[in-house]
Nanobody, 123 residues
Framework: VQLQASGGGLVQAGGSLRLSCAASGRTSSRYAMGWFRQAPGKEREFVSHISWRGTKIDYTDAVKGRFTISRDNAENTVYLQMNNLKPEDTAVYYC?????????????????WGQGTLVTVSS
């Protein structure tokens, strides 16, 4: 499975961005997807995940109420709508795919990773 993330960029605090991640390759099985991020000098951290059917969704507390994850299984794509962005949201954002239909907030839950897309939020 190959993952291509896009949609990152430079935005002012309070602005919005929408990240996309398209999966290709052996995508015939049902899989959960997630987003992680890594800020400069920090470890990679969980942001959000969504189950195959979209019925199980979770967010890290820092983004609850501001970020929304969604997916289009027909397009093998997961999205992350990010609103009211803050400078502390600045990071490289990675999408990930799990072989299971449901996955959690641990990076070890995921089997495939995208290359990352940079989000920079200026104050």
């Amino acid at each position: 499975v190959q993952l291509q993330a896009s949609g990152g960029g430079l935005v002012q605090a309070g602005g919005s961005l929408r990240l996309s991640c398209a999966a290709s390759g052996r995508t015939s099985s049902r899989y959960a997807m997630g987003w992680f991020r890594q800020a400069p000098g920090k470890e990679r951290e969980f942001v959000s995940h969504i189950s195959w059917r979209g019925t199980k969704i979770d967010y890290t507390d820092a983004v609850k109420g501001r970020f929304t994850i969604s997916r289009d299984n027909a397009e093998n794509t997961v999205y992350l709508q990010m609103n009211n962005l803050k400078p502390e949201d600045t990071a490289v954002y990675y999408c990930a795919v799990s072989r299971g239909q449901v996955a959690g907030s641990w990076s070890t839950d995921y089997d495939y990773w995208g290359q990352g897309t940079l989000v920079t939020v200026s104050s």
